[in-house]
């Protein structure tokens, strides 16, 4: 399986501002749809969800805290998504490690969180390289929907994967699921149509992995 974030904050219970160790666990391509940022014109945006859930700090029924920011998805050195994975393992892509990035890879990636409050709603600040960098098992089962996947159930391609990708999106929380039904990718795949030239950032999920580097010395 493989997969090419306004920042929201953990579920039910805020979490407080500060800076935390956390372990990437979720990844959910929520597909591309119009949006319009103040009176500018409305633009096509690709979006990826990534949630870290936070081992330190505990809900009342004693899972983790988790948190989780949305991404348009592209990795030009402007992006918010590079920028963030940059300051994340600590140092720059070269032009091959961008050609060969395989984004399911952040799962079990520990990083450094800065959260601030916003309106009364937690948001990740920045994210920084943790002092130890290297894979850790989340507490919280680890989530990859990959949009495109589940797209080719309904577009005539069904598989096992597929089935299996119905049944992640069925775990989704119902915000979530809203905005990938509205998503151009599965319109189109319902309606039988190709939606390669839905996505404004021209790369999806898959256009960000790629199964081309091993024995890495950094988890992604």
């Not at 989704?172 to 189109?188: G, N, V, Y």
Request: glycine letters at 6%.
């Amino acid at each position: 399986m493989s997969i090419k974030i306004t920042a929201s904050g953990g579920d039910f219970e805020p979490l407080p501002e500060g800076n935390y160790t956390a372990i990437c666990y979720k990844i959910v391509d929520q597909g591309t749809r119009e949006e319009q940022f103040k009176d500018n014109p409305k633009k096509k945006r690709h979006t990826l969800n990534v949630s870290w859930e936070i081992p330190s700090e505990k809900m009342a029924d004693g899972r983790p805290m988790s948190i989780s920011k949305t991404y348009t998805v592209s990795l030009n050195e402007n992006a918010t998504l590079y920028k963030d994975l940059v300051t994340w393992r600590g140092t720059s892509f070269t032009k091959e490690e961008l050609e060969g990035f395989e984004i399911d890879k952040m799962i079990g990636a520990p990083a450094t969180l800065e959260v601030e409050h916003v309106n009364e709603k937690a948001r990740i600040k920045a994210i920084f390289k943790p002092d130890e960098f290297k894979k850790t098992a989340t507490q919280n089962d680890p989530i990859i929907f990959d949009l495109n996947l589940y797209c080719d159930e309904f577009n005539g391609n069904t598989s096992k994967e597929t089935k299996e990708m119905c049944d992640v999106f069925d775990s989704l929380p119902e915000w979530q699921q809203t905005l990938i039904e509205e998503s151009f990718e599965l319109l189109a795949a319902k309606d039988g149509d190709d939606a390669e030239e839905t996505s404004s950032s021209g790369e999806g999920l898959a256009d960000l992995a790629n199964d081309k580097k091993e024995d890495e010395t950094i988890p992604f």
